[in-house]
């Protein structure tokens, strides 16, 4: 069985979360979470290339009526962005009170956003087991 591994984000506009899945794309497990500066995208392009990543799964920021959030914009722009840099295809996945719930599981510490971001990519990953 080939490995397929994938790599969650949880944008935020000072901090980025990162997650990544294990090789059988079963377990999202918090990996770091980065400075959102101008050296963002050379950081997540080096964890793909580090973490073998073959797809990216970034959160979908909505609101309670299901409109976009103001960090949408900057989302959809960061996705630009990497889609400009890297061939990976990248896949929304809605993020819901994600924070929220990675406070509630552990509290808050420097690894919260990372934690989100594995919850968000936990998400994607049953949800596609589900589809199988």
């Known amino acids: 069985m080939k490995a397929t591994r994938f790599l969650g984000i949880d ?4 901090r980025v979360g990162v997650a ?6 079963t377990i999202a497990q918090p990996l ?3 400075k959102n500066s101008k050296n963002l995208l ?10 073998k990543v073959e797809t990216i799964v970034i ?4 609101d309670f009526k299901g409109k976009d959030n ?13 889609s400009i840099v890297s061939a990976i295809p990248i896949h929304f996945e809605p993020e819901f009170l994600s ?14 956003d990372a934690s989100s971001a594995a919850i968000i990519l936990q998400s994607y990953l049953n949800r596609g087991k589900q589809n199988k």
């Open 99 to 112: 924070s929220h719930q990675a406070q509630q599981l552990q509290g808050k510490n420097d690894m919260l």
């Open 70 to 82: 103001a960090i949408m914009e900057q989302i959809n722009d960061f996705v630009a962005q990497m």
């Open 20 to 25: 990544v899945s294990d090789d059988s794309a």
């Open 11 to 14: 944008f935020g506009s000072k």
């Open 42 to 51: 050379s950081e997540i392009e080096a964890i793909i290339k580090e973490q």
């Open 32 to 34: 770091v979470v980065l």
């Open 59 to 62: 959160g979908e920021s909505k």
